[in-house]
């Protein structure tokens, strides 16, 4: 290959918290093969840098994550020129929840798109293509136990000290086996939540076992178990026939990922982790903004908050539509 001013030009669409490898490798490879390649992130100025997420596949059902590194950034999102480029690569990891819900970075895509540009996206980065519509048609795949760790032993706690008989299922685990939650949190100086090992949570129930009509409520935490959960036909058909009998249903954060998958949100009004806004527009709900960030909300029989900082509220009004309340003398 000969030396010389670069023949192309890629633009990397960059966020906090993208997998590592998936922002590196085709960030130095394809400058090694001669093309000039720019990284950007909106609301980031060259020469500030973004936090990476190292993903490890594990003996659980969900990838491992860790903190990777800083990986800095050589454009200025502001400053970019949709005209200057030959096509647009979007690393995974958690970063595309956010991008998705971004109206710059929608915007953008979209014009990549309608130019008949190439677009690479890994992972999670096909949640941008789908907010940008630009895989109408189109033939792309896509890879999605680890639930928040407040989110599941919060409510799980508290209605077991209300005197409830409350049972914890997994599809892929027996009763007595372990999954390992994760911890979320803002970092300051972060655009998303970073990720850590949490508690490792005990099932109590086989989900061969499992009945819709021998529960009052059904309870669905967050975290990255819904990307899963979601996927799969038998807890699809269990929150539909839940949903269908109007039972108390109570989703938070991320959860609310199962709800849009089961094509239960149609006409209902929700909130969620603002990064599952995409999800529950496109399941046909209507979207509450989680402000102030401690607030849920309640329609008809759904109660849904956005993050374990809820859950006062978010227990609270699962209680009133259990027929459940709390007298002192």
Not at 64 to 79: A, C, Q, S, Y
Not at 298 to 306: E, H, S
Request: charged residues 20%.
């Amino acid at each position: 290959m000969e030396k010389g001013s670069p023949c192309k030009s890629i633009l990397l669409l960059c966020g906090d918290y993208m997998e590592d490898f998936e922002a590196m490798i085709p960030f130095q490879a394809l400058q090694a093969f001669g093309i000039s390649v720019h990284a950007a992130c909106p609301g980031k100025k060259a020469g500030e840098f973004c936090r990476t997420s190292i993903h490890i596949l594990s003996g659980n059902q969900n990838n491992f994550e860790r903190i990777g590194h800083n990986f800095i950034l050589n454009k200025t999102f502001d400053e970019i020129e949709l005209s200057k480029y030959d096509g647009l690569v979007i690393p995974g990891g958690r970063a595309p929840e956010y991008l998705a819900v971004n109206d710059s970075v929608v915007n953008l895509v979209s014009k990549f798109s309608t130019f008949g540009k190439p677009l690479a996206a890994i992972c999670h980065g096909p949640l941008v293509l789908a907010a940008a519509d630009a895989i109408r048609s189109r033939k792309c795949t896509a890879f999605l136990d680890h639930m928040e760790d407040y989110q599941v032993t919060v409510p799980f706690h508290s209605l077991q000290a209300l005197g409830c008989q409350v049972e914890a299922t997994c599809p892929y685990k027996k009763a007595g086996e372990t999954c390992l939650n994760v911890v979320h949190d803002f970092e300051e100086g972060s655009q998303t939540y970073s990720e850590k090992p949490g508690q490792h949570f005990t099932v109590t129930l086989d989900f061969d076992s499992l009945n819709e009509l021998k529960f009052d409520a059904l309870v669905i935490p967050g975290g990255r178990a819904a990307e899963v959960l979601a996927l799969d036909e038998r807890i699809i058909e269990f929150v539909k026939d839940f949903m269908g009998c109007n039972k108390p249903v109570a989703s938070i954060g991320h959860g609310q990922q199962i709800l849009a998958a089961a094509g239960v949100l149609k006409g209902r009004k929700c909130t969620a982790h603002p990064a599952v806004k995409l999800d529950v527009v496109m399941a046909g709900g209507t979207w509450l903004e989680p402000t102030p960030v401690d607030r849920s909300f309640v329609d008809g029989n759904l109660v849904t908050a956005a993050t374990w900082s809820d859950h006062p509220q978010f227990i609270s009004q699962l209680m009133a539509l259990l027929g459940i309340s709390v007298s002192f003398n």
